[in-house]
Protein backbone atom coordinates (compact mmCIF):
# COMPACT_ATOMS: atom_id res chain seq x y z
CA UNK A 1 0.00 0.00 0.00
CA UNK A 2 2.50 2.24 0.95
CA UNK A 3 4.65 1.92 -2.50
CA UNK A 4 1.48 2.93 -4.02
CA UNK A 5 0.89 6.27 -1.65
CA UNK A 6 2.96 8.45 -3.75
CA UNK A 7 1.81 7.28 -7.42
CA UNK A 8 -1.58 7.41 -5.82
CA UNK A 9 -1.70 10.92 -4.86
CA UNK A 10 0.36 12.31 -8.13
CA UNK A 11 -1.89 10.41 -10.64
CA UNK A 12 -4.86 11.10 -8.75
CA UNK A 13 -4.35 15.12 -8.17
CA UNK A 14 -3.14 15.11 -11.98
CA UNK A 15 -5.64 12.68 -14.16
CA UNK A 16 -7.95 11.38 -11.48
CA UNK A 17 -7.11 8.07 -12.48
CA UNK A 18 -5.23 4.62 -10.34
CA UNK A 19 -2.30 3.55 -11.69
CA UNK A 20 -1.92 -0.55 -11.89
CA UNK A 21 -0.58 -0.55 -8.60
CA UNK A 22 -3.28 1.32 -6.81
CA UNK A 23 -6.00 -0.67 -8.38
CA UNK A 24 -6.79 -2.39 -4.53
CA UNK A 25 -10.52 -1.60 -4.00
CA UNK A 26 -9.69 -0.43 -0.89
CA UNK A 27 -6.88 2.41 0.04
CA UNK A 28 -5.63 3.24 3.65
CA UNK A 29 -4.36 6.32 4.42
CA UNK A 30 -2.34 7.18 7.77
CA UNK A 31 -4.01 9.62 10.09
CA UNK A 32 -0.38 11.39 10.11
CA UNK A 33 -0.45 12.16 6.24
CA UNK A 34 -3.35 13.67 6.04
CA UNK A 35 -2.16 17.35 6.92
CA UNK A 36 0.63 16.81 4.17
CA UNK A 37 -1.78 15.34 1.12
CA UNK A 38 -2.57 18.31 -1.38
CA UNK A 39 -5.66 18.54 -1.97
CA UNK A 40 -7.14 16.43 1.01
CA UNK A 41 -10.06 16.11 1.78
CA UNK A 42 -12.14 17.27 -1.03
CA UNK A 43 -10.17 16.94 -3.96
CA UNK A 44 -8.35 13.49 -2.81
CA UNK A 45 -12.15 11.60 -1.62
CA UNK A 46 -14.14 12.62 -4.63
CA UNK A 47 -11.30 11.94 -7.75
CA UNK A 48 -10.78 8.62 -5.24
CA UNK A 49 -14.45 7.66 -5.72
CA UNK A 50 -14.79 9.02 -9.09
CA UNK A 51 -12.01 6.18 -9.70
CA UNK A 52 -14.25 3.14 -7.43
CA UNK A 53 -11.63 3.05 -5.40
CA UNK A 54 -12.30 3.27 -1.21
CA UNK A 55 -10.97 5.24 0.81
CA UNK A 56 -10.24 4.22 4.44
CA UNK A 57 -8.16 6.26 7.03
CA UNK A 58 -5.75 4.56 9.18
CA UNK A 59 -4.83 4.73 12.75
CA UNK A 60 -7.60 6.55 14.19
CA UNK A 61 -6.63 6.27 17.71
CA UNK A 62 -7.98 9.55 19.77
CA UNK A 63 -11.15 11.08 20.54
CA UNK A 64 -10.10 14.68 18.74
CA UNK A 65 -8.58 12.08 15.35
CA UNK A 66 -11.98 10.92 14.94
CA UNK A 67 -13.72 14.02 15.51
CA UNK A 68 -11.22 15.49 12.67
CA UNK A 69 -11.98 12.55 10.10
CA UNK A 70 -16.31 12.17 11.24
CA UNK A 71 -17.71 14.41 8.60
CA UNK A 72 -15.81 13.45 5.78
CA UNK A 73 -17.30 10.78 3.41
CA UNK A 74 -14.78 7.87 3.93
CA UNK A 75 -15.22 4.38 3.55
CA UNK A 76 -13.95 3.56 7.06
CA UNK A 77 -11.55 4.03 9.41
CA UNK A 78 -9.12 1.62 10.87
CA UNK A 79 -8.08 1.93 14.89
CA UNK A 80 -5.44 0.47 16.82
CA UNK A 81 -7.39 1.85 19.94
CA UNK A 82 -10.95 -0.06 19.93
CA UNK A 83 -11.10 0.32 23.58
CA UNK A 84 -11.16 4.44 22.91
CA UNK A 85 -12.82 4.75 19.40
CA UNK A 86 -15.69 2.05 19.86
CA UNK A 87 -17.59 3.53 22.98
CA UNK A 88 -17.10 7.05 20.96
CA UNK A 89 -18.85 5.07 17.79
CA UNK A 90 -21.25 3.42 19.19
CA UNK A 91 -22.56 6.65 21.05
CA UNK A 92 -22.61 8.41 17.53
CA UNK A 93 -24.50 5.47 15.95
CA UNK A 94 -26.96 5.59 19.22
CA UNK A 95 -27.77 9.13 18.72
CA UNK A 96 -27.70 9.09 14.98
CA UNK A 97 -31.70 9.26 13.39
CA UNK A 98 -32.25 6.89 10.45
CA UNK A 99 -31.34 9.80 7.91
CA UNK A 100 -27.73 9.49 8.97
CA UNK A 101 -27.17 6.19 8.72
CA UNK A 102 -29.13 5.71 5.40
CA UNK A 103 -26.60 8.52 4.27
CA UNK A 104 -23.79 6.89 5.70
CA UNK A 105 -24.87 3.01 4.70
CA UNK A 106 -27.88 3.27 2.72
CA UNK A 107 -27.12 -1.08 2.03
CA UNK A 108 -27.80 -1.54 5.70
CA UNK A 109 -30.31 1.40 6.73
CA UNK A 110 -33.28 -0.57 5.07
CA UNK A 111 -32.80 -3.91 7.15
CA UNK A 112 -32.04 -1.58 10.66
CA UNK A 113 -35.08 0.16 11.12
CA UNK A 114 -36.35 2.13 13.32
CA UNK A 115 -34.35 1.00 17.55
CA UNK A 116 -37.25 0.47 18.52
CA UNK A 117 -37.74 -2.80 16.04
CA UNK A 118 -34.58 -4.29 16.97
CA UNK A 119 -35.88 -4.73 20.18
CA UNK A 120 -36.94 -7.94 21.43
CA UNK A 121 -40.61 -8.38 22.12
CA UNK A 122 -41.62 -7.28 25.79
CA UNK A 123 -42.86 -10.53 27.56
CA UNK A 124 -46.09 -8.58 28.75
CA UNK A 125 -46.75 -8.02 25.30
CA UNK A 126 -49.42 -9.88 24.00
CA UNK A 127 -47.89 -12.51 21.38
CA UNK A 128 -49.10 -12.59 17.90
CA UNK A 129 -49.91 -16.36 17.27
Not at 4 to 33: H, K, N
Not at 41 to 50: G, M, V, Y
Not at 56 to 61: L, R
Not at 101 to 106: D, E, F, M, N, S
Amino acid sequence: MRACLGDYLVRMLFTGQLSEQCREPIIGIPFALLPSIPGWPNLILARAHQAGARVVVTDVDTPEQLAAVAGLPLDGIQTNRIEVIGPLLADRVAASDSRVRQACHPELAKDLGSPESRLPPSRDAPSSA
